[in-house]
């Protein structure tokens, strides 16, 4: 395991120590780390914005500074430094694929072993003269505190869920208070992962939206089958935003505890606005084939849509995310295949 790079944009320099530099950074973030968050909210380099694992200084840190470990996505690294304002301490970060902690603690690579690993590599050891370690709370499901300290000597503790907490956590003797521990889904937490999902449903939306096109011209001479594009644009345009963008926004009201419930509810609601507000022309077996199409492929995909917000959620677990997609992803999947088979109907007979 090489250490981290000297030349990453937001290293602002150098800490000389016994195993040689090390990456010096600040707790401001200059503007093109705000930049790149935003362009990673929105989906853009999302799955390379990543930082080099290994050991990095913040200020001026000695032997007697804590250190604190993160994963390598890189807004979850600039989220602990902004929250340490005129801080020395050391930042081992480990190789999660750049993923956030939360999530990469779910799927084991914030683990025991790369957190071991990473110990060993960085020489922590022999820059630190304490054997202490502070870990964010949601780290908690894919690491063995006891087989850490087996592993490499040095204790784990678990700090704070948020890193605006974490100065106070440390001025405290290293104690959280119950508010520390607490992980909180507001609306504004929930609004800020609508960005990612959204514009990649519209990615998937358009081709979908120019197959349903292509199916209509097929299927249909003169200009019916601009109707029936039309509608299928909507009809998808309509899913996405009760899946995507109102299912998270309305997440404490809407009626069920799975994610699914919570969007097809939307999902029906969407089909009953594009009965009233879509074109006209549901007559006929054509017509009515098509409305019926409709309302099962829009619940289906709204359903979906919402399930992808589970995993950043407090009102779920690991266990029953699991189970809710055994028997939802089916019936999301039977009910396109029904409402699919119904629309070409509709498109032929037409």
């Given at each position: 395991?090489?250490?981290?790079?000297?030349?990453?944009?937001?290293?602002?320099?150098?800490?000389?120590?016994?195993?040689?530099?090390?990456?010096?950074?600040?707790?401001s973030?200059?503007w093109?780390?705000?930049?790149?968050?935003?362009?990673?909210?929105?989906?853009?380099?999302?799955?390379?914005?990543?930082?080099?694992?290994g050991?990095?200084?913040?200020?001026k840190?000695?032997?007697?500074?804590?250190?604190?470990?993160?994963?390598?996505?890189k807004?979850?690294?600039?989220?602990?430094?902004?929250?340490?304002?005129?801080?020395?301490?050391?930042?081992?970060?480990?190789?999660?694929?750049?993923?956030?902690?939360?999530c990469a603690?779910?799927?084991?690579?914030?683990?025991?072993?790369?957190?071991?690993?990473?110990i060993?590599?960085?020489?922590?050891?022999k820059?630190?003269?304490?054997?202490e370690l502070?870990?964010?709370?949601?780290s908690?499901?894919?690491?063995?505190?006891?087989?850490?300290?087996?592993?490499?000597?040095?204790?784990v503790?678990?700090g704070?869920v948020?890193?605006?907490?974490?100065?106070?956590?440390?001025?405290?003797?290293?104690?959280a208070t119950?508010?520390?521990?607490?992980?909180?889904f507001?609306t504004?937490?929930?609004?800020?992962l609508?960005?990612?999902?959204l514009?990649?449903?519209?990615?998937a939306?358009?081709?979908?939206?120019?197959?349903?096109?292509l199916?209509?011209f097929?299927?249909?001479s003169?200009?019916?089958?601009l109707?029936?594009?039309f509608?299928?644009?909507?009809?998808?345009?309509?899913?996405?935003?009760?899946?995507?963008?109102?299912?998270?926004?309305?997440?404490?009201?809407?009626?069920?505890?799975?994610?699914s419930?919570?969007?097809?509810?939307?999902?029906?609601?969407?089909v009953?606005?594009?009965?009233?507000?879509?074109?006209?022309?549901?007559?006929?077996?054509?017509?009515?084939?098509?409305?019926?199409?409709w309302v099962f492929?829009?619940?289906?995909?709204?359903?979906?849509?919402a399930?992808?917000?589970?995993?950043?959620?407090?009102?779920t677990?690991?266990?029953?995310?699991?189970?809710?997609?055994?028997?939802?992803?089916?019936?999301?999947?039977?009910?396109?295949?029904?409402?699919?088979i119904l629309?070409?109907g509709?498109?032929?007979?037409?």
């Open positions: 395991m090489s250490p981290p790079s000297l030349s990453q944009p937001f290293v602002v320099g150098r800490i000389q120590t016994p195993i040689g530099p090390v990456p010096q950074v600040s707790s973030l200059a093109r780390d705000r930049l790149g968050s935003f362009k990673a909210r929105w989906g853009i380099d999302r799955m390379r914005y990543a930082i080099d694992p050991l990095y200084a913040l200020g840190p000695d032997e007697r500074s804590p250190v604190l470990v993160t994963a390598n996505y807004m979850t690294f600039d989220k602990l430094r902004e929250g340490l304002p005129g801080r020395n301490t050391w930042i081992l970060v480990l190789d999660t694929g750049g993923i956030n902690v939360w603690s779910g799927k084991g690579t914030f683990g025991t072993k790369e957190l071991g690993s990473r060993k590599s960085s020489g922590l050891e820059i630190v003269s304490h054997r502070i870990l964010p709370q949601l908690g499901p894919g690491v063995a505190a006891h087989l850490v300290k087996k592993l490499s000597g040095f204790k503790n678990y704070p948020r890193a605006t907490d974490l100065p106070a956590f440390l001025g405290g003797g290293l104690k119950p508010e520390m521990r607490l992980k909180t507001t504004w937490e929930r609004m800020v609508i960005p990612m999902e514009v990649e449903a519209l990615k939306g358009l081709v979908v939206i120019l197959i349903f096109f199916l209509a097929l299927g249909n003169g200009g019916v089958w109707r029936h594009g509608l299928a644009a909507m009809a998808i345009l309509a899913a996405i935003l009760a899946g995507a963008v109102l299912s998270p926004l309305l997440l404490p009201w809407l009626p069920g505890r799975a994610f419930l919570k969007g097809f509810s939307l999902g029906i609601l969407a009953a606005v594009l009965m009233v507000f879509g074109p006209n022309g549901w007559t006929g077996w054509a017509g009515r084939f098509e409305i019926l199409a492929i829009i619940p289906a995909a709204s359903a979906y849509l399930m992808n917000f589970t995993g950043a959620s407090t009102y677990s690991l266990s029953g995310v699991r189970k809710e997609m055994r028997w939802a992803l089916p019936l999301q999947i039977g009910a396109g295949m029904v409402g699919m629309w070409l509709s498109t032929f007979i037409a």
